[in-house]
């Protein structure tokens, strides 16, 4: 069983930054996939990014290229999610996942596990 903690959520305006972390606990976090996934009111959950255990590879959707960075401390067992250049589209609620498979899949299927998401409101 895998515990995921997401955190750094908050209100900021169109253009500021912000950065989430995601914490787990139990099973062995340096071997999981790592992704981040979001959910505005009324649609269904997105994909975001992920990081494969390494932190040598991402894959990001189309939408955050260029403005979104995923990261990965293994010592902290710690994914984090930088958002840069952020606007009011990008409002949700921000959910981390782990998968125990070597995937950068985009599919919330893929996952295992899921955190209890935190809310990021950007303002225009």
């Known amino acids: 069983q895998v515990q995921l903690v997401e955190s750094g959520g908050g209100l900021v305006q169109a253009g500021g930054s912000l950065r989430l972390s995601c914490t787990a606990s139990g099973r062995t976090f340096d071997r999981s996939t790592m992704a981040w996934f979001r959910q505005a009111p009324g649609k269904e959950r997105e994909f975001v990014g992920a990081?494969?255990?390494?932190?040598?590879?991402?894959n990001y959707a189309d939408s955050v290229k260029g403005r979104f960075t995923i990261s990965r401390d293994n010592n902290k067992n710690t994914v984090y999610l930088q958002m840069n250049s952020l606007k009011p589209g990008d409002t949700a609620v921000y959910y981390c996942?782990?998968?125990?498979?070597?995937?950068?899949?985009?599919?919330?299927?893929?996952?295992?596990?899921w955190g209890q998401g935190t809310q990021v409101t950007v303002s225009s």
């Open positions: 996942a782990a998968s125990n498979r070597n995937t950068d899949s985009t599919s919330p299927l893929a996952y295992n596990y």
């Open positions: 990081i494969l255990w390494t932190g040598t590879h991402t």
